[in-house]
């Protein structure tokens, strides 16, 4: 934290699709909030081009600092964790590492942002790979998600951790005192499913999480659980079809009729299908440090969301208490369970 | 086919969650429709009750066969096959076997049905289990998944059978000439994606369907491809999602703003994503006979386009001509497909 009270968020100034114009524009929207300072991590000449456009900015608590190269979607990210050590994503984590800044927010390659915090951060004791989710279905706000996308095929050893992860992250964020933990499966009844809500289901059943059983893709919209747990290839198929779909039909309602005026109803079913707007990004869970994984497409006001996300979660001491609660409840778990 | 030119169709009268009204309503409605004879499969004494309702249902060619028992939702399918043999939909597939109808059509227990087929009707050569599919988003109507939940821990070279069989659906019942088939990862670029997406792109690659590479779920609402496969945990999870969003967001639209009237855009919306209100059911894919799985929550319009899709089904030779395609692209295929 700086001297000054405010927290320190390094922000990755070249990642995602509108870079650096939208991070740089989203961070000085965020300190002007306040209770926050920005680190602005890319290519220097570059940045501070994109921040002279912005009046006054010289007077904000913003500052920049240089790196090289920038993670592309789809690249693999070890590789470029060792062809390229000084991307933006590698430096700007690098920043909390090294006690400079609180937490790191990017909007570029998840992959990168995820490779850099495993890397520099490390994991948990027992965890081989950090988790991401979130309330990816809008019209459930309370309803988080976990994993979307951060591991494709995943042991249901792991799944387990995801969930005690995912109930503190309901507790602290949410504010939920015993969060209902579900299992994502095709059918209700215990014994449907694949072989991985089979063998997931009997972990979470001896764990400590407070188990409620299976739910459907069809519960998911009803506040159904507070965590639903599912492998990060289910998962992120079920945040870009919400997405999509939301998108598809918010277009339907604002073309249906051209006698009305039906674009704030096209907006809110945007925003009920498309939540990461709102919330800007979620923090990996699993690491011990504090980075925001934000969604590519996002403009200022997701990149300024996100930033307080970060805030929220520096202020809350995420990690250590993830930590702590996590070993907790490892120790606690019968040695059966595995 | 009865003599009189009209295709005789097997139902269900006992299954689905409305059963024994509205598959006796559905099937008053097909008839009078006409092209088509039912047979009424269920307890002969209830279903006549049921029949007994409608006004000049006598005239009607309709029968009744009598059948004892039930297949539950959630029931073992195959334990129930040897304990309840007598079970409606058991009864009303054997039908069809014995050359007296010339499909069966069920809004009863999936499991059940396809027990039934797969057992009573057997497999194309080289198919394990049938696979279920359709236009389950409606916003892409022509866009055909497969599978949507009757192969959950599916093998990558059972998923190259389906993508034959999805082709040769795509080409009789839709008219498309030479289907673009797709497979459902979490990223367009090859690599992306679980063990099982990544080994099905090696089979579907060398394979003689016409594979156009990989799409993600916010592809669907698009018609990205005329053929998406999946594995039956997913498929089934994007059905569902679609279905409930779908429900969620009309319910939205409906109570948005009490000042006008928005029930025609709910139902609109509600229609583009519970497309299986209009197509009624699908036939199940692989097994040689004609079975047309309904929707549990089926209503008498759904029942009766269920029974048309098998009548158009018959009238096509679907079950041969699959059969026969089936068996020509395995014989087409490379040795190293495998």
Redesign the interface.
């Known amino acids: 934290m700086a001297k000054d009270g405010l927290i320190t968020v390094s922000l990755d100034a070249m990642g995602g699709d509108f870079a650096p114009e939208m991070p740089v524009k989203g961070a000085v929207d965020a300190v002007r909030k306040g209770g926050v300072e920005v680190i602005l991590v890319g290519d220097e000449e570059v940045v501070r081009a994109e921040l002279a456009k912005h009046d006054g900015a010289d007077d904000l608590p913003i500052s920049i600092y240089g790196s090289t190269g920038v993670v592309e979607e ?1 690249e693999a990210p070890a590789q470029a964790f060792r062809s390229k050590p000084r991307a933006s994503i590698f430096v700007a984590t690098n920043r909390v590492k090294r006690g400079i800044a609180d937490a790191v927010v990017s909007m570029g390659s998840s992959g990168g942002t995820i490779a850099a915090a495993s890397f520099l951060f490390g994991t948990f004791d027992g965890i081989e790979r950090g988790t991401l989710g979130g309330p990816i ?1 809008g ?1 459930s706000p309370n309803t988080m998600i976990f994993d979307v ?1 951060v591991n ?2 995943v042991k249901p050893s792991a799944a387990a951790d995801f969930a005690a992860l995912g109930a503190t992250m309901a507790r602290l964020l949410n504010g939920i005192e015993n969060p209902r933990v579900a299992l ?1 499966s ?2 209700a ?1 215990e014994g ?4 991985f ?1 089979k063998e997931t289901t009997e972990i979470l059943k001896t764990s400590p999480v407070n188990f409620i059983g299976n739910v ?7 506040d159904c659980a507070d965590v639903v747990i599912t ?4 998962g ?14 918010a277009k ?2 604002r073309e ?2 051209s006698s ?1 005026d ?1 674009n704030e ?1 096209a907006d ?2 945007f925003e ?2 498309n939540p990461v707007t709102n919330y800007g990004g979620g923090p990996l869970l699993g690491v011990r440090g504090l980075a925001i994984i934000g969604h590519g497409k996002a403009g200022a006001y997701e990149v300024s969301q996100a930033i307080h996300t970060a805030r929220k979660a520096v202020e809350s001491d995420f990690i250590a208490v993830a930590e702590k609660e996590m070993n907790a409840m490892r120790k606690s778990q019968p040695a059966s369970a595995e």
């Open positions: 789809g279905i019209l996308g494709v095929d994502l095709i059918g009844e449907k499913g694949n072989k809500v459907e893709a069809s519960d998911l919209p009803f492998d990060g290839f289910t992120n198929v079920v945040m870009k079809l919400t997405e999509s779909l939301g998108v598809a039909l339907v309602i249906y009729d009305t039906n109803l809110k079913v009920l299908t």
